[in-house]
Nanobody, 116 residues
Framework: QVQLVESGGGLVHAGGSLRLSCAAS????????MGWYRQAPGRQRDLVAT???????NYADFVKGRFTISRDNAKNTVYLEMNSLKPEDTAVYFC??????????WGQGTQVTVAS
């Protein structure tokens, strides 16, 4: 069982920055790929960024160059640094852990609101 707890969401104006954190417990964190999804009202969940156990990263096109995912295995924490935020980035952001070849564990989500 893996528990994920996100923090760092909030309200920011367009062009601003936020850093989300996700604290993981209950698993050998360093062995798991981690990621962030987001879901805007009335829309499906979209994969935003991923980082594997070796630190390799991937990003959705809509955040490339603006968001950075990273991990600190000593702290069992994954981060999402979000810069140049846009109103369309407004969503609930979920931390996810990859186990058994799928995104098996999800956090409760943290709200990010970007005001124009």
């Amino acid at each position: 069982q893996v528990q994920l707890v996100e923090s760092g969401g909030g309200l920011v104006h367009a062009g601003g920055s936020l850093r989300l954190s996700c604290a993981a417990s209950g698993s050998t964190f360093s062995n798991n790929a981690m990621g962030w999804y987001r879901q805007a009202p009335g829309r499906q969940r979209d994969l935003v960024a991923t980082i594997d156990s070796a630190g390799s990263t991937n990003y959705a096109d809509f955040v490339k160059g603006r968001f950075t995912i990273s991990r600190d295995n000593a702290k069992n924490t994954v981060y999402l640094e979000m810069n140049s935020l846009k109103p369309e980035d407004t969503a609930v952001y979920f931390c996810v852990a990859r186990v058994w070849g799928r995104w098996a564990y999800w956090g409760q989500g943290t709200q990010v609101t970007v005001a124009s």
